[in-house]
């Protein structure tokens, strides 16, 4: 006999009713406040970060599809200022400078 089911699941789609919605990205989501402004943090899994790249604003480096990655944007705006960071340029965006100073002949990566 199969074991009974305690939680009814939500129209069909497989997941408990109790699930949050933020987990479909594979990640989870936060409050921070930075620069005296309350912040959107959503960790996106790797497995769910398929088919775009994205330029960390932290770094200016690219993040290559399919790396884990964090999706940060003020609280009180709209979806055109999410910007996509790596981790650790996420948790060093304190002491980072503002743009990333290079000489003409560095290279770009």
Do not use: L
Request: a positive charge; one cysteine or more.
């Amino acid at each position: 006999m199969s074991p009974r089911r305690n939680r009814p699941h939500v129209g069909g789609s497989g997941r408990n009713a109790d699930e949050d919605p933020s987990d479909r990205y594979g990640g989870w989501q936060s409050a921070e406040s930075w620069q005296g402004e309350s912040w959107s943090v959503r960790h996106v899994a790797g497995a769910s970060a398929q088919g775009k790249t994205y330029r960390c604003p932290g770094c200016d480096q690219q993040i290559p599809s399919g790396v884990p990655h964090v999706v940060a944007w003020p609280e009180h705006s709209g979806v055109d200022e999410r910007r996509h960071w790596h981790k650790s340029c996420w948790n060093a965006k304190d002491r980072r400078t503002t743009r990333v100073q290079r000489s003409r002949n560095a290279p770009r990566f």
